[in-house]
């Protein structure tokens, strides 16, 4: 009898030991994949090529005369005008932002890194990334840090070059244009004259056309990252004409916005 409780012991305690061993491998996988930073390039480090270091540090507007409101921002090269629009009342009310921007360059508008380094699970608010780069507008990115695929091109340097979706290209001469990743590569867009990408999706107008179905639109494959439906914090850019640009900024989940 005695013996049989000993191995009814040891079996539970190997159970136990086993079960222990799964869930931490489990939860560290976890953390790994979307908790810990992945570094793949430090562009604060010194052995950079120059347009690598050069293309995300040369933000700086101290340089230029200007002048600036709350809601503004003018100088000889560039033009900012925000609006806040608030529609609807009470739990259905809406707030978001519009943004007027209009450049004498299309390299005028660049990109920065969280933390100034490309890789995943790197964050950092972009108030900050603004405020490191002296930024005189800023709204965040295309949630490359989440992903390990895509199209990404940054200030005319391809730091990642696997198509998966579709993307966003902004071109040197001030065009923009939606496309497919899978149809190209890296190496062709920035043979095209591509300054930045964003491999976002989906695409809410193509040729002046709302895209139907919009809100079953699979964005990727992967966990917690599929269509766009529900109350989400949305980000979208849109072109009026070439070095014209409009950015919306749409705080889905949060109230606290309601009172900026």
Not at 17 to 30: D, L, M
Not at 71 to 91: C, E, L
Not at 118 to 133: E, H, K, L, R
Not at 174 to 180: A, N, T
């Amino acid at each position: 009898m005695k013996l049989k409780i000993s191995k009814k012991r040891k079996w539970i305690t190997c159970s136990l030991a086993v079960f222990f061993i799964i869930a931490g491998v489990t939860a560290y996988k976890a953390a790994d994949r979307y908790l810990i930073e992945h570094v793949e390039v430090d562009l604060s480090t010194s052995n950079l090529t120059d347009i690598a270091v050069n293309s995300t540090r040369s933000i700086n507007t101290s340089s230029e005369t200007y002048t600036t409101t709350d809601m503004s921002y003018k100088s000889d090269n560039k033009a900012i005008t925000i609006q806040k629009v608030v529609t609807g009342s009470g739990s259905d009310q809406l707030v978001y932002f519009i943004s007027d921007i209009q450049l004498a360059d299309a390299t005028l508008l660049k990109s920065a890194f969280a933390k100034d380094k490309f890789g995943t699970n790197i964050i950092q608010v972009p108030t900050v990334i603004a405020s490191n780069n002296n930024a005189a507008f800023a709204i965040n990115g295309d949630y490359y840090g989440f992903r390990n695929d895509g199209i990404i091109i940054r200030n005319g340097v391809l730091y990642r070059n696997s198509p998966a979706r579709q993307g966003l290209a902004l071109y040197k001469d001030g065009s923009m244009k939606v496309y497919d990743e899978t149809s190209t590569s890296g190496e062709q867009l920035l043979a095209d004259s591509v300054w930045n990408t964003l491999s976002f999706g989906p695409a809410l107008l193509e040729n002046g056309n709302i895209i139907s179905g919009i809100n079953s639109v699979e964005v990727d494959t992967n966990f917690g990252n599929h269509s766009i439906q529900g109350e989400q914090p949305r980000t979208g850019i849109g072109i009026i004409d070439k070095n014209h640009f409009i950015f919306i900024v749409a705080d889905g989940r949060s109230r606290a916005i309601q009172k900026v």
